[in-house]
């Protein structure tokens, strides 16, 4: 069983930059991929970016590539979403995701999420 608890989100102004961060516990947390998502109200949860559990492989939607930054730092048991140049478009709530496979069993956890409003 893996706890996720994002933190750092807010009322920011565009053009500002935001880091959230997810917290990890319960689990070794260097075997599951991180991922970021967002949903705003009234769409679909969209996917934004995940880091491999080495921190060696990224990816991210094309929608925030080259704004958002995904990391991680293994030793705290953390991963980040740097967002830089916000717009009111990135106004939703964000939510990160642990997920690792073995063999035919999967392990997918989420966290409950953090508000990010920008404000133009």
């Known amino acids: 069983q893996v706890q996720l608890a994002e933190s750092g989100g807010g009322l920011v102004q565009a053009g500002d930059s935001l880091r959230l961060s997810c917290a990890a516990s319960?689990?070794?947390?260097?075997?599951?991929?991180m991922g970021w998502y967002r949903q705003a109200p009234g769409k679909e949860r969209e996917f934004l970016g995940r880091?491999?559990?080495?921190?060696?492989?990224?990816e991210y939607s094309d929608s925030v590539k080259g704004r958002f930054t995904v990391t991680r730092d293994s030793a705290k048991n953390e991963a980040y979403l740097q967002m830089n140049n916000l717009k009111s478009e990135d106004t939703a709530v964000y939510l990160c995701r642990a997920t690792k496979k073995i063999f035919s069993r999967t392990f997918d956890y989420w966290g409950q999420g953090t508000q990010v409003t920008v404000s133009s």
């Open positions: 319960g689990a070794t947390f260097s075997s599951y991929t």
């Open positions: 880091i491999d559990g080495r921190g060696g492989y990224t």
